[in-house]
């Protein structure tokens, strides 16, 4: 699957320091909408898929589905935040 693929290029062990960071700074950090901890999946869903980034505060999210993002769609935490997403 495209995660699998993802997983095992950003985990990779012959990554780079400078790779990983090209691939951090890849990512998004304004353009999108930001949720509150009381989101469900299917709040984020929605979220993901009219904007290009959702961003999630630290906190706990209780889950009452799968989470889907699309392709070119970013689903980012807070930096130095713990996310939980309960199930």
Do not use: C, H
Request: avoid cysteine.
């Amino acid at each position: 699957t495209e995660y699998q693929t993802f997983r095992s290029t950003f985990f990779s062990p012959s990554r780079t320091k400078q790779d990983a960071q090209t691939l951090v700074n890849s990512i998004p950090t304004s353009g999108g909408t930001t949720l509150t901890t009381s989101a469900t999946a299917s709040d984020i869903n929605t979220a993901l898929g009219s904007n290009s980034v959702v961003f999630l505060p630290a906190g706990t999210y209780a889950m009452d589905r799968m989470i889907d993002i699309p392709a070119g769609k970013w689903l980012v935490g807070v930096a130095g935040g713990q996310i939980t997403l309960d199930f």
